[in-house]
């Protein structure tokens, strides 16, 4: 075990997750198991440039497991991008004697964190906090199976009014650069079809699969979009798909920050602990600019540029099942 830390700051950042809280109790709890001093940061690096860095104690972090949210807020801050913050953060945490950091959220959040490491050399280790599962180096992020159990909710609600009055449902779903939520949503509502980011989904093509299900007099249709499908979003394709077929009576349903909020499941809650633990020990242990991941079941510690510039991709049987199983 590394001596040399004695006081860890944490901090969530870039856009809430469910779980979270969990992930923070973790850390608190884990770092007094070690006889550590820990700190929390308020509004992530915007907080850390202003200096807002209090003591947690145990109890701080009691009865927050199964909050949505964060309790240290969130933020997201250009201050952080120019050396003049950055110093201005590391002079905040110096007040502190802060050995070393453990950040909570996604892939700009590491990305600050390692270019501010390699600047002042203070070791960050980080937790994948985000709903769209895109980090390279875990199979799940932190928020992401609360952010689909809430789509698929929404879905299922959706489906009964879809039924009742022979209508076509275009529902939006989170996920501007990857397509994991949509994906998951889609066979877990058994939607009609799927448009992800990471497939080319033709108009033409869309509009083929509809009418193949109206000739199978398929009463209702859902097709679960992500926001940034490279055909447009749910209110775009909605338009051309109703140019061209007018059978179905056609609406648009967007979730958005519906997914970001909520009780975070079991399964968060789970993998936030057994991150938030494995943070510190991995501090501890020596492990610095790392994110901590879990893939097959195992703690892993990838290295944040690997985290945030190797693309995480999509498993192209779950996309064939998906298609498959809307037949």
Known sequence: MSKNIKRIAVFTSGGDAPGM???LRAVVRTAYFHDLHVYGISRGYEGMIDGKIERLERGDVGNIIHRGGTILKTARSERFRSPEGRNLAYESLKAFDIDACVAIGGDG?????DVFTSEFGIPFIGIPGTIDNDLFGTDLSVGF?????????AVDKIRDTADSHNRLFFVEV?????????????IGSGAGSVLIPEKDTSIESLVDTLKKGIKR???????????GNKSGNATEIARKVNEAIDFYDTKVTIIGHLQRGGSPTCLDRVLASRLGFAAVEGLLKGQKNVMTGIIDGKITYTPFKEAVTTPKKLDRDLIKMAEILAM
């Open 21 to 23: 809280n969990a992930a």
């Open 109 to 113: 959040t590491f990305t600050g964190a």
């Open 145 to 153: 199976d609360t952010a689909v159990n809430t789509a698929i909710e």
């Open 174 to 186: 989170m996920g501007r650069h990857a397509g994991f939520i949509a994906l998951y949503t889609g």
């Open 217 to 227: 007099s398929k009463p209702f249709g859902i097709v679960i979009v992500a926001e």
